[in-house]
């Protein structure tokens, strides 16, 4: 890793592996202790992610062993804590569980630790739920990262984007 940064609304991550190295745009970013952040911009040797402590990132991850999913944001603050979006209201759940990547997406198999639950608050429209999530990766002793090669992805991608397309074909 060649610089991150903590104290920003959106944060990134350079690493110093690059389209030369088999790293490519959306791929996805842990270490050791969890879920880091997606790569976003890819040149021959580097490679800038953005990490969770950014305000455009956007995982969607499940609490573990309930299947019951939403989507992480980080809104600025504690670099420690992050929320997950949109749990129905019908989950059942309790505080300490984990949460982990859904593997809904085709940037992270599912599984790969986000953190976990401290809190529970209703959503402002109260059709769901907003769990506050103790992220598991520690930012501020960030080293060494893994960039996931998660095989089929570019295929999922394709297949994601011709189902767009043809929808929308279908509504003009």
């Known amino acids: 890793m060649v610089s ?38 890819v040149s021959r040797n580097y490679s800038v992610v953005i990490p969770v402590l950014n305000s455009h990132s956007n995982i969607s991850c499940m609490i573990k062993g309930r299947g019951y999913f939403g989507y992480l944001h980080w809104n600025g603050g504690d670099p420690g804590i992050a929320y997950v ?36 608050f209703n959503s402002p429209n109260g059709l769901s739920y907003r769990l506050q999530i103790k992220l598991s990766t520690d930012f501020g002793k960030l080293r060494d990262v893994c960039v996931i090669d998660n095989a089929g992805m570019d295929e999922q991608l394709e297949m994601m984007r011709a189902v767009q397309d043809s929808l929308k074909v279908k509504h003009e």
């Open 4 to 41: 991150n940064s903590l104290d920003k609304k959106d944060n990134f991550i350079t690493i110093d592996k690059g389209w030369a190295d088999g790293i490519k745009k959306d791929m996805g970013v842990a270490c050791g202790n969890g879920v880091v952040g997606v790569v976003y911009l």
């Open 85 to 120: 979006d949109d749990v129905p209201r019908h989950a059942r759940f309790k505080l300490g569980m984990d949460v982990v990547t859904s593997g809904y997406s085709s940037i992270f198999p599912p599984g790969v630790l986000v953190g976990k639950i401290l809190h529970v």
